[in-house]
């Protein structure tokens, strides 16, 4: 015989066997308990929502992103992303990844969070624009030139001295 489970309800049950003869004589066996637990399809994705950083923030160095993330069942999984590059991810709550800013251009960046079931569901948070500004150190020296009086002039009295000044960052000022 084979018992379509699905027909009960989830739940406990003893099951049990009785042989007849022909003479009418009735044996029943032992009870075997079983549960019975037939899985729901799971259609339901998760909710997540990017906690931190904050909506505006400038990050630098290694910036902690932090995630709340829900299931009508379990969540298995949040990772980060900033737009669709995976940063990192986490497997518990409360669902953090350390990422390492310096790894990045400067700029603005879109962070999201997305939270994964057991039954392959996505959630996706919204979006969290955040800033990375990390100092860069400047080693390139200012390029000048002297543009005014030209080489090999003759000058007198008052003379306008000027020169062009260029940087891979900034001048900051020129000095005559």
Known sequence: YAWNSASVANGSYDLTTKAY??????????????????MVSDTTPPTT?????????TLTGTATL????????????VE???G????GASTASPYTFAWNT???ANGSYDLTSKAYDAAGN???????SVTVSNMTSDTVAPNTSLTAPSS?????????????????????KVEF
């Open 102 to 104: 310096t790894g990045v």
């Open 84 to 87: 669709t590059k995976l940063i």
């Open 49 to 57: 929502t990017l906690t931190s950083p904050k909506i505006g923030a």
């Open 66 to 77: 932090a995630a709340d993330a829900s299931d009508n069942i379990a969540v298995t999984k």
């Open 152 to 172: 090999g002039a003759t000058v007198s009295g008052n003379v306008t001295v000027s020169a062009t000044a260029t940087d891979n960052v900034a001048v900051t």
């Open 80 to 82: 980060f992303y900033y």
């Open 122 to 128: 996505v959630g996706t948070s919204a979006k969290v």
């Open 21 to 38: 003869d022909a003479a009418g004589n009735v044996g029943t066996s032992a009870k075997v308990s079983v549960t019975v637990s037939n």
